[in-house]
Nanobody
Framework: QVQLVESGGGSVQAGGSLRLSCTAS????????MGWFRQNSEKEREGIAS????????SYADSVEGRFTISRDNMKNTLYLEMNNLKPEDTAMYYC?????????????????WGQGTQVTVSS
């Protein structure tokens, strides 16, 4: 089964940047949708970005469009989330996620495998 391990979370000031990484098992290199979800105390867990292959356009939630960039490096079995111009409302636990098959251009795809999460805190 697929195992996912996130890293790169931390505390930053508003307007700053962070890059999250998710190291996956080798089986996610082909035929898997991968993405990022987040959850804070005031909201349900929500999908914010997804990607199927590096040749297809990724999908983003409206709340992060233009600020976050998702990418994957199949050679390293690693998923990334580049977060720029961070806002206090971006504060949340961020989770790497994966599922067999295409994302179908959905950010809230049906997840089969979850990472343990990494905390991102943005102060004003």
């Amino acid at each position: 089964q697929v195992q996912l391990v996130e890293s790169g979370g931390g505390s930053v000031q508003a307007g700053g940047s962070l890059r999250l990484s998710c190291t996956a098992s080798a089986y996610t290199s082909s035929g898997y949708c991968m993405g990022w979800f987040r959850q804070n105390s005031e909201k349900e867990r929500e999908g914010i970005a997804s990607i199927y292959t590096s040749t297809l356009r990724p999908s983003y939630a409206d709340s992060v469009e233009g600020r976050f960039t998702i990418s994957r490096d199949n050679m390293k079995n690693t998923l990334y989330l580049e977060m720029n111009n961070l806002k206090p409302e971006d504060t949340a636990m961020y989770y790497c996620a994966a599922a067999k098959g295409s994302c179908l251009y959905q950010v809230n795809f049906r997840v089969q495998y979850w990472g343990q999460g990494t905390q991102v805190t943005v102060s004003s």
